[in-house]
């Protein structure tokens, strides 16, 4: 996708379409006033006629109209004036995008100054969602042969005009909306590969092509080996029941001249959990190739940052593993060792993403990190508390907490605080061990975070539950990219 900030917009070509955002109480402004004065009152006619009623996100192409700068014009619904905010905006744009690529449009053009005002958003915000949905709407997930009728959207350029005083914020919000589109479009890539190809040595493979691409960025990869000799007992715990080795990704970004306290991300890579022994029911097991959407998220997020050279300074670290019930897979009852010296009891094969992490945690320690927040579909209970909606976030940093839900109001990636009082940590009491790796079914989002939260005791530290929010079911089933836009707009904020 190619995005294009001038001031002044291009002659009309073919197959191009005029996007123009409305309200609908019929009081037009901008390019919506100039083409129904001069189309003898069009716009307006299709209002009150109601075929065209300007709901949030209701869309509406017509062919040669006067004063339009194209053959062809799409009208966009924002709802009632009084209630428009940043939902539906990104409601509107998204559909704007979507319905571009349904009518074969090679080209879309809209002028910034004739976009409707919307009191919480800057011409420069709206510009970063709209490339941003631009990017989503003509992404086609093309990994598998053999996909019939695949679809592939002609729309390949947007144009926006500006005025010379706004050029460069918008610009710059457009370079960020792009890269945010890009970095959702690997995670849901990543997340819908099928999982005999997304193995952990395929994930390593990505990371280190990655590091090919951007100087600033250097990959690492710990085997199982090494994992033995850094008493990483969790994770291989969780990979010796199968045949497909684990492995720890290290993606370290230098984004700052001087040397600093990075960020981490920290991506749970389970790339397919049958439970192990514990083994889930066959029903809807093949979406456990989803349950690796934490990495893909920070596989997103740091191509992203690569690609808009961030002056931050980030760590990826993904614990990739593949969870299988092999006759060496571990049981229900064993006592396991972590990389902090802590020792487990396993209770459940099937609560093993908190088994990856854990010793991720430990290993983040290393590099000094501001902050670590970690990204998991990590609990079914977390669907049940907040089904998907929203992102369950907890941690032991407030700030960072209030941070992160900002930043998911901003960009409409949300994300909701869930307690981890001291209180709860009592269901994780083992007789045998110094914690079980579960503790029952009541609060089951909540105890996950408490068992990491003991592998996070010295730094910053939030966790992000996405199960309910890394993929979609049924006709649409596909992973989302969440919650890469929502960490990257709270680097942004950093920033």
Known sequence: MDIKVTTRLPSATENTYQVVFLFADGKLGGAARKIDAESHGLIKSLL?????????????????????????????????????????????????????CTVNAAVAITDCLNWVKIDSLSPAEMARQWACDLVSATHVFDLHPGIKDRAYPVLSECVLSIDKKSHEAVSQAVRRGLATGNGIALARDLG??????????????????????????????????????????????????????AQLIVMNYQGKSRAGSPIALVGKGVTFDTGGI????????????????????????????????LELNVIGIVAAAENMPDGNAVRP??????????????????????????????????????TVIDLATLTGACVIALGDVASAVMGNHEDTINALVSAGEQSGDRCWPLPIWDDYQKQLDSNFADMANMGGRPAGAITAGCFLSRFAEDYDWVHLDIAGTAWTKGATKGATGRPVSLLMQYLFNRL
């Open 48 to 100: 009150q006629s109601g075929d065209f009623t300007a709901a949030v996100g209701k869309v509406y192409p017509i062919h040669y109209v006067a004063a339009s700068l194209t053959s062809w014009v799409l009208l966009v619904g924002l709802g009632n004036r009084k209630h428009v905010d940043a939902r539906a905006w990104r409601i509107a744009s998204l559909a704007a995008a979507k319905k571009l």
């Open 278 to 309: 514990s083994i889930k029911p066959s029903e809807s097991m093949d979406e456990m190739k989803y349950d690796m959407c934490g990495a893909a998220g920070v596989f997103g997020a740091m191509q992203a940052i690569t690609e808009l050279k």
């Open 333 to 370: 009852g064993d006592v396991i060792i972590s990389m902090s010296g802590q020792s487990i009891e396993i209770l459940n094969t099937d609560a093993e993403g908190r088994l990856v992490l854990c010793d991720a945690l430990t290993y983040s320690k290393q590099f000094k990190p501001s």
């Open 192 to 245: 819908n590969l099928a999982p005999n190809l997304c193995t952990p040595e395929y994930l390593s493979k990505k990371a280190r092509a990655m590091a090919e691409s951007c100087e600033q960025l250097t990959t690492t990869i710990v085997d199982e080996a090494e994992m033995e000799e850094l008493g990483m007992g969790a994770m291989l715990a969780v990979s010796q029941g199968s045949r497909q080795p």
